[in-house]
């Protein structure tokens, strides 16, 4: 069961409004329980937060965040410590980098017995692109496509490959930007069938 703690450090309401729309897509398959704050509500205490920890993560040489870095020092936060039974969605400004990628729009991250999603809004190309993203990120964090299940890929992870499914993996900008407006216009399902099944069955105790 989702219990989410927004972190937003954008300054526009359209990264709320994005993940406002995710949330509720996802909570078609998989019980929301809490988030706070509202998505797109300003909240100055998670804005300077945010961009507190970016600015300590960011990478002066690559002008990039650098997502371990920035995930290893929110687990050494008192706001995380405090909030130990919340999963994070941790949302920034800045282009991000891991590991050996030289980008990635974010990602799902289970660190230190911790769950992170961070999106960086940067390579976005507009609300669409983003809702997406939200969405394919929030469905990695509560199960959907597992390795172990038909019809997916090792791909930078786990992916589904069934059609108009917002976990397909894209490597480029312009492929996801185009696969996300390709959902959008066909008007399927946000999550494919097998999706939805792994979102009902990883429900999380209360």
């Not at 995380?80 to 919340?86: A, K």
């Not at 997406?132 to 959907?144: K, M, N, R, T, V």
């Not at 589904?160 to 917002?166: D, G, K, S």
């Amino acid at each position: 069961m989702a219990r989410l703690m927004i972190h937003d450090g954008t300054r526009t309401q359209m990264a709320g409004r994005a993940l406002s729309w995710a949330l509720t897509e996802l909570s078609r398959y998989h019980p929301i329980k809490s988030v706070k704050p509202k998505p797109g509500e300003i909240h100055l205490p998670s804005y300077n937060f945010v961009k507190d920890i970016e600015r300590r993560s960011f990478d002066q040489n690559r002008r990039q965040v650098n997502r371990d870095r920035l995930e290893e020092i929110l687990t050494n936060t008192s706001v995380i410590q405090n909030n130990r039974d919340q999963q994070h969605i941790i949302l920034i400004e800045h282009d991000l980098y891991a590991g050996n990628l030289n980008w990635c729009f974010g990602g799902y991250h289970h660190y230190k017995n911790f769950d992170f999603v961070t999106v960086s809004t940067k390579r976005m190309q507009d609300i669409i692109h983003l809702q997406y993203i939200l969405a394919h990120e929030l469905g990695h964090l509560y199960g959907a496509a597992p390795s172990n299940r038909s019809n997916t890929e090792i791909f930078l992870g786990s992916h589904c490959i069934n059609n108009n499914c917002v976990m397909q993996q894209k490597d480029t900008v312009e492929k996801s930007a185009r696969y996300t407006h390709q959902i959008h216009l066909s008007n399927s399902p946000t999550f494919c069938g097998q999706c939805q099944a792994d979102l009902q069955k990883n429900v999380r105790g209360l």
